[in-house]
């Protein structure tokens, strides 16, 4: 069984940073693409950042600039780094992965962490 599970998210003030993980765990083959949707309430999720199976990323056109994914593949973890936090960024935080196992090919998802933006 392969589970995500996230860590770092909270309540910071506009212009705060916060730090999320992403440890995929389990019976991993290999970890195609791996990143972070969000999701804000009445609002239909949505792509943050992602690295792709080959290796490329991908963000949201709002956070550009602001936000940074990375990864330590020996672990199958993936950060996302949220600088210059603005209250539009208030959501509840994602983790996707698809991922290779005795399964097949398969899309993971983590619980969710929520990121409040709020002076």
């Known amino acids: ?21 992403c440890a995929a765990s389990g019976s991993i083959f290999k970890v195609y693409a791996m990143g972070w949707y969000r999701q804000a309430p009445g609002m239909q999720r949505e792509l943050v950042a992602m690295f792709s199976s080959g290796g490329s990323t991908n963000y949201l056109d709002s956070v550009k600039g602001r936000f940074t994914i ?20 208030t959501a509840v935080y994602y983790c996707y992965a698809q991922i290779g ?3 097949g090919l398969d899309d993971y998802w983590g619980q969710g962490t929520q990121v409040t933006v709020s002076s």
């Open 1 to 21: 069984q392969v589970q995500l599970v996230e860590s770092g998210g909270g309540v910071v003030p506009p212009g705060g940073s916060l730090r999320l993980s």
């Open 70 to 89: 990375s990864r330590d593949a020996a672990k199958n973890t993936v950060y996302l780094q949220l600088n210059s936090l603005k209250p539009e960024d």
């Open 101 to 103: 196992s005795f399964r």
